[in-house]
């Protein structure tokens, strides 16, 4: 069953799994010190969901779950969370040491830089996710005694609806500039919401502001690729269904619509950021069933006009 304009989810379901997902990936890449998140893997044991728990802990190896050179698996999530993770921890703290004090995590899902990166004195980390994510994170944080390296405040919103008016009542301060992350977000919005999100963004942007964002396209011309990929999950007891969970139709490139909007963009294709992170690139000659449509994704940061 595909999403719906007003479904609802927490972390072990729909849309809000795949947070269990990449939190896996990152559990993943912490074991092989690839980085360093420490609350990765406690969080996927306490969401629960076992197949991902069995893989963030090094239970499953990549032969049992994942189709020999297929261009998506959970090895291939993995390295490219590793490669996500160190992309989006560096413009974070570019943006801390240019001075920004204010942070946006949107759609955080299992995110833990509130907890675990070295934010300057007073900064402030928002969180915004549905009430149901939020509410567990923080609950299951406080049960692994951990502290906040940053004032660390949830926003509970769903990011179709008005979010702006939820970071407004939790203290945001759009005078100040501030850091926002996209991590694995615009597909699944519908477009028109994508749109709303970006010109949210650029309206709550002041001045010196800066963005990262992950874009991701959808590739109906794989879905049979993707039904087998999955089909092995379920085999090894993946029990949530997490197929069509994005948005189709036609949607605004995110940098082009970013330039037309005041920002400077520079984009960084997802080969070129796996490679420079040591991991092997998306093929990008042979059908287009085996090279999309990951080969044409990308990361971007942007800079609200005026940062020097």
Request: hydrophobic fraction near 45%.
């Amino acid at each position: 069953m595909g999403r719906t304009a007003n479904d609802t989810w927490d972390v072990a379901s729909s849309v809000g799994a795949t947070a269990a997902m990449v939190a896996a990936g990152r559990a993943r890449a912490t074991r092989a010190a690839l980085i360093d998140d420490p609350f990765a893997e406690p969080l996927v044991r306490a969401v629960g969901i076992d197949f991902f728990t069995r893989w963030a802990s090094g239970e499953l190896d990549p032969t049992d779950v994942d189709i020999p050179d297929s261009p998506w698996g959970m090895q291939r999530m993995t390295d490219q969370q590793a490669a996500r993770t160190r992309y989006i921890d560096t413009f974070f703290r570019a943006a801390d040491g240019a001075g920004i004090r204010q942070v946006v995590l949107l759609a955080s899902g299992l995110d833990a830089r509130g907890y675990r990166l070295p934010w300057s004195a007073g900064t402030t980390v928002f969180e915004i996710d549905v009430p149901q994510v939020l509410e567990f994170k923080a609950a299951a944080m406080a049960a692994l005694g951990a502290v906040p390296t940053a004032d660390v405040r949830g926003v509970p919103a769903d990011l179709r609806h008005d979010w702006p008016s939820a970071l407004r009542r939790a203290g945001f301060d759009e005078r100040r500039p501030t850091a926002w992350a996209a991590e694995g977000l615009f597909g699944y919005l519908p477009p028109q919401s994508q749109d709303r999100l970006l010109d949210d963004i650029t309206a709550l942007s002041a001045q010196h502001s800066r963005l990262t964002a992950e874009v991701f396209f959808s590739a109906p011309a794989n879905r049979d690729l993707f039904d087998a990929i999955y089909a092995r999950w379920y085999q090894h007891g993946l029990d949530v269904n997490i197929e069509q969970l994005g948005f189709p139709g036609d949607r605004n490139d995110v940098a082009t619509y970013l330039e037309g909007h005041g920002w400077r963009v520079a984009r960084t294709a997802i080969n070129q950021l796996l490679t420079d992170n040591g991991f092997a690139p998306h093929a990008v000659d042979g059908p287009v069933t085996e090279q999309a449509p990951f080969a044409q994704n990308y990361y971007c940061t942007a800079a609200k006009e005026g940062l020097r």
